[in-house]
């Protein structure tokens, strides 16, 4: 084991030292063996997609295609201009495909609307039908038809919205297309991914992100014309999101009727056919491609995308070749780092490396290339805690018990049902002054939030804090949560987060160096935090208000986990009524909050109960030894 370790801290030195020159090399390297050329790709209506296309000079082989579909720019424009690298890694590049890069409809420098997560349409009915599906099919049937040296074979892989543009390649596939792997796919933004997660708006998100990327574009451009960056006027983003007030200041203030999707997020409160049109799920049936699901455990934007993709997939296909990794990392990771460590925790190997290595590339090169099988599991997982890579033969595993940890009097957490009568904790939130989702300032949401350190929270009188006695054994929970909360309001509506956290014991060791001055000794890692709109605790479709003073269930899932509490830890469980400001404030008032006045924000007094009729806590899997 030591050895082992040894070898792994040499690869990630190896990786981290050679990052720059790998750039400079692999730009060198793209000139020298690939033909850069574009092309309008015309699609059935008519419509012409840019598409840049990397082909090997090398002659005497035949090659697949890897396509990249992406609303992000297929940069740099110019046949004499070429990407720094291309594919998901080097091992790509060298190895040798057609690479495809282009912009979605509407995007660009490809003609047409774009429209944002749209719509699928399952039963066309002429060539003016299209959605992301056909825009696929189409591409892949002329690049077969005009490029030469193809195997006849193409691939498709994407991370975050490109993940969406991989997923949608699948209802009614090209029959050429072979593989395919979404990664963060971007999957229902009502529910959980990006922009809200069950029904509370992901404000910092939602505001970032079409401050720029939701102004119109009239016509074909490049980047270098295209609209720049939100000037943040206050550098503090709490306080930023504060001074804006009520939602519905922000068009007021900052964005006018330009940005159209915004005005879609404020039209659409409620899960209405406006959202479940653009949800992707129920179209994924007679999937034929092999399919490989990569998510972050620790991906603050799509980690809900990666499990419900594969878990559609698994449901409505079970004959599908259908395989799901998800591992230690942030929104892209397993690409954008070496994996090795994410904020302040390290797993002890570079993970990203060796998902690379051992899982993506065979994956595409066994179906692309007709390579040896890859030999993986239904699903590969790695661990934290235990910070090892463990492989399942279904994902949830089965060989779990299912258990629940109750809240109890004092702050107490255990596996034991409370047994007293009418106990609960009360205490006062107040939507002007919400809990924080991070200690101190940061202009902009951090992705390091999902697995920080939570003794910032812990301290505030309006987080309720359960933990467990000191750990006699390790306990592993990998697979779904449920918080089930008994609670009640003088409030008409109110917002819970849950939050999962991993207790260090006080005599952690801090790293070594230790340049930020950590002190792990009690280090509070959020190991899973979710959100819930009370109003939507029966139905998406139709919110409820809360009978002031009545105890209410509020029930629902937070994303699965696959985590380690050590012998020596303790679990705790935090319980707050605001996360801000990556979630708006509810006003605690039953109300559409789109259209709310700022006088309508008030406090509000919150009781949790915890006794042997109204027992709060959270539904967990325990991996069996």
Do not use: C
């Amino acid at each position: 084991m030591a050895r082992l370790k040894f070898l792994y801290f040499a690869v990630f030195l190896i990786f981290t030292a050679t990052t720059l020159f790998a750039q400079q090399t692999d730009s060198a390297y793209v000139r020298e063996n690939y033909t850069k050329i574009e092309r309008l790709i015309p699609m059935r209506d008519g419509v012409k997609l840019f598409t840049a296309i990397y082909i090997p000079k090398e002659k005497g082989r035949k090659f697949p295609f890897l396509i990249n579909r992406t609303p992000y720019t297929v940069s740099p424009y110019g046949e004499d201009k070429y990407k720094t690298s291309l594919g998901p890694t080097s091992l790509f590049l060298k190895e040798g495909f057609i690479f495809v890069y282009q912009d979605v409809r509407g995007k660009w420098m490809s003609e047409g609307e774009y429209v944002d997560i749209r719509p699928q349409i399952a039963n066309k009915k002429s060539k003016k039908d299209i959605d992301e599906s056909s825009d696929t099919y189409d591409t892949i049937d002329w690049l077969l038809k005009n490029i030469p040296n193809n195997n006849g074979k193409a691939g498709i892989y994407g991370i975050s919205y490109p993940g969406f543009y991989s997923t949608t390649s699948l209802p009614n596939a090209h029959p050429a297309l072979k593989a395919v792997s979404p990664q963060a796919p971007v999957t229902d933004w009502f529910r959980g991914d990006d922009f809200h997660h069950n029904g509370v708006l992901f404000l910092a998100d939602a505001f970032s992100f079409y401050s720029g990327f939701g102004v119109p574009r009239p016509k074909p451009i490049t980047p270098d014309k295209g609209p720049k960056g939100f000037e943040f006027p206050i550098k503090d983003n709490y306080r930023f999101y504060l001074s804006i007030g009520a939602l519905k200041n922000v068009k007021e203030k900052y964005f006018g009727d330009t940005i159209k999707f915004w005005n879609d997020l404020m039209a659409h409160g409620t899960y209405d056919n406006f959202w479940k049109e653009r949800n992707i799920l129920p179209h994924l049936t007679n999937v034929k491609p092999a399919v490989l699901v990569v998510g972050g455990f620790f991906d603050a934007e799509d980690a809900f995308g990666a499990i419900h993709t594969y878990q559609a997939i698994e449901k409505q296909n079970p004959s599908a070749k259908n395989n799901l990794v998800m591992g230690p990392w942030f929104h892209g990771g397993w690409v954008r780092s070496s994996g090795q460590s994410f904020g302040d925790i390290p797993f002890g190997q570079p993970t990203s490396i060796w998902y690379q290595q051992n899982v993506e590339f065979p994956f595409f090169m066994q179906y692309l290339k007709d390579t040896a099988p890859a030999q993986l599991a239904e699903a590969t997982i790695f661990v934290t805690g235990s910070n090892e890579w463990k492989k399942f033969n279904t994902w949830p595993p089965k060989d779990v018990e299912n258990k629940t940890l109750y809240f109890q009097a004092n702050g107490q957490l255990s596996f034991t049902k409370p047994g007293a009568s009418n106990n609960f904790d009360e205490y006062e939130s107040d939507p002007n002054n919400p809990v924080p989702y991070q200690a101190g300032i940061q202009e902009h949401r951090t992705r390091e939030y999902m697995i920080d350190d939570q003794r910032f929270a812990a301290r505030r009188p309006d987080v309720k804090v359960y933990q467990t006695d000191v750990l006699q054994e390790d306990i592993t929970l990998a697979g779904p949560l449920t918080a089930d909360l008994q609670v009640s309001t003088t409030g008409t509506d109110a917002d819970y987060v849950v939050k999962l956290v991993d207790v260090y014991p006080e005599d952690a060791q801090n790293p070594s160096p230790n340049p930020k001055g950590l002190i792990m000794g009690g280090y509070q890692m959020l190991v899973r935090g979710e959100i819930m709109r009370g109003k939507f605790r029966n139905s998406f479709e139709k919110p409820e208000a809360f009978q002031p003073g009545k105890v209410t269930e509020v029930k629902y899932s937070l994303v699965d986990v696959a985590h380690t509490f050590k012998k020596g830890h303790r679990i705790m469980i935090q319980v707050q009524n605001s996360w801000f400001p990556i979630a708006d404030r509810n006003p605690q008032k039953f109300l559409d909050i789109y259209t709310a006045d700022d006088k309508d924000f008030q406090k509000a007094t919150h009781r949790i109960y915890h006794d042997a009729d109204h027992a709060s806590g959270l539904n967990v899997t325990v991996l069996k030894p």
